[in-house]
């Protein structure tokens, strides 16, 4: 069997998993005369810490009700320091059969401007690879940059939030299945060397519904890797409890393809570059989060519904839509006596390009309002058939399901273990299979004659980040990744 390998160490990822971490307990020892002031909504489940525990090199803060997201840390015999922010540098690696071996390195920066932000920056590039363009030999390498700012709060706003990302990069190697049909060729595949570059924003208004109500930040408290006082969290009513977001996204990506000469999709256009593909418009969604902790669920459920829109502004090579919904459930299974938690999860998806056309073409191949093959319905990849390349597959209508069989083992070698520079919670095993298919219509041929992948995964919350590293199969070969977040989360 051929092996093909996609190995990504994800620091660029990581701003949209990283929360604020707050450090916050009870009866501390404060040195510097600085101190915490800290609302009884927002942590009024908070265990108190054992006395004579020291917090150092610590800021001032005001925590209001809103400030505050995601994750705080909360850890008994620890001595707490170094928690006023400081920029962090992290070099990173990765591999791919896009971009080759490479590497860079990244700044964060939690609180940058307000407590509750992310700030991540990086630069990258590989070694030089190979590779023909145009019926010529050549020589390339990844080079590229991103920047990132998450979960600011709007000025004189108590529930609205703004996101950005922003991705320049050029790849040597870029791979396209623009035939990615249910029956199509895994060998039919466009590479080329080229620009991929895409700005998105985000505007996310938290109702004051449920547990938005109090808490919009979505704060909680960690120990050990677990989010505890949350025995209420993960049922309930939708929109009487969990919280509730509606939003507006801006996007715009833009691929450029080098290798373009003897490709069909040009063929008798008198062109004198290297062609683009460019779309830019709007995105429109609904979520409602009903878990008990969002970066790694025991209990509850999750759903999405989404509409993008590219409008045919600008430079768009055209227009196109997709409609989509995605609902993931949550069951809390009894323990081993190996492990901590055992959880069955269930994940599914499906959507709709209502704009595709099936019978016009703007150029050979390529239909006519159909979204990028980055975009809209599409499967493979690193979260969804996780046995197949990258956006192996897309068209104008899709489904997927899976199921994850999740345990957290007890033993945990990692665990305050001095040689390790990071903090490791705890280890996860997973089983899962995956079924999905695209097709040209939405109708219960979606249900039939469906792809398949089965794989296994070990996973590790490492500084309060989901890491996974995963190996699935299906009948086109087997994939490896190393990824961060959970797969349902993309």
Request: charged share 20%; glycine share 8%.
């Amino acid at each position: 069997m051929k092996y093909k390998k996609h190995f990504f160490i994800s620091l660029l990822s990581s701003t949209f998993l990283i929360s604020d971490l707050l450090y916050a307990e009870e009866e501390l020892n404060l040195t510097e005369n600085k101190v915490w002031t800290v609302s009884p909504l927002e942590f009024s489940t908070v265990p108190t810490a054992q006395k004579d525990t020291a917090l150092t090199k610590c800021e001032v803060w005001d925590v209001q009700p809103f400030v505050f997201s995601k994750v705080s840390n909360i850890d008994d015999d620890t001595n707490l320091t170094a928690c006023n922010k400081e920029w962090i540098i992290l070099p990173f690696a990765f591999s791919t059969d896009s971009a080759g071996l490479a590497g860079g390195v990244g700044v964060i920066k939690q609180g940058l401007f307000q407590p509750q932000t992310t700030f991540v920056a990086a630069a990258f590039a590989g070694f030089s690879q190979d590779i023909t363009t145009n019926g010529e030999d050549d020589d390339a390498r990844l080079t590229g940059g991103f920047i990132s700012f998450s979960d600011y709060k709007i000025p004189y706003t108590e529930r609205l939030f703004f996101s950005f990302t922003g991705f320049k990069s050029y790849f040597p190697k870029e791979h396209y299945h623009f035939n990615g049909s249910h029956d199509s060729d895994k060998d039919d595949v466009f590479v080329s060397a080229g620009d991929s570059n895409f700005f998105h924003t985000t505007f996310r208004y938290v109702l004051p519904l449920g547990a938005g109500l109090d808490n919009p930040g979505g704060a909680c408290s960690l120990l050990d890797g677990f989010a505890i006082g949350r025995h209420a969290c993960g049922s309930g009513t939708p929109l009487l409890s969990g919280s509730t977001s509606i939003g507006l996204k801006t996007f715009y990506q833009s691929n450029s393809f080098e290798n373009w000469q003897d490709f069909s999709i040009w063929e008798n256009k008198d062109l004198t570059s290297a062609p683009k593909w460019e779309t830019n418009g709007l995105r429109f969604f609904l979520t409602h989060d009903n878990t008990d902790f969002d970066l790694n669920p025991s209990r509850g459920y999750h759903f999405e519904l989404q509409y993008s829109k590219d409008f045919d502004w600008g430079d768009s090579t055209q227009s196109w839509d997709f409609l989509e919904f995605k609902y993931n459930h949550y069951i809390s299974l009894d323990s081993f006596s190996f492990t901590k938690q055992n959880v069955l999860a269930l994940s599914l998806w499906t959507g709709y390009s209502f704009s595709w056309d099936n019978d016009n073409e703007i150029a050979p191949g390529l239909n006519l309002h159909r979204p990028p093959i980055w975009e809209g319905a599409r499967l493979g990849g690193y979260s969804r058939m996780r046995g197949y390349d990258k956006d192996r597959f897309s068209d104008k209508a899709v489904s997927y399901a899976t199921v994850e069989y999740r345990a957290i083992l007890k033993y945990n070698p990692l665990k305050d273990n001095d040689l390790v520079p990071v903090k490791v919670d705890w280890f996860q095993l997973v089983g899962f299979v995956e079924a999905g298919r695209v097709h040209d219509q939405y109708n219960f041929d979606l249900l039939s004659d469906m792809k398949y992948d089965v794989g296994v995964s070990l996973r590790a919350m490492v500084e309060e980040i989901p890491m996974r590293l995963e190996v699935a199969t299906g009948d086109e070969g087997t994939n490896v990744w190393l990824m961060v977040n959970q797969p349902f989360d993309f």
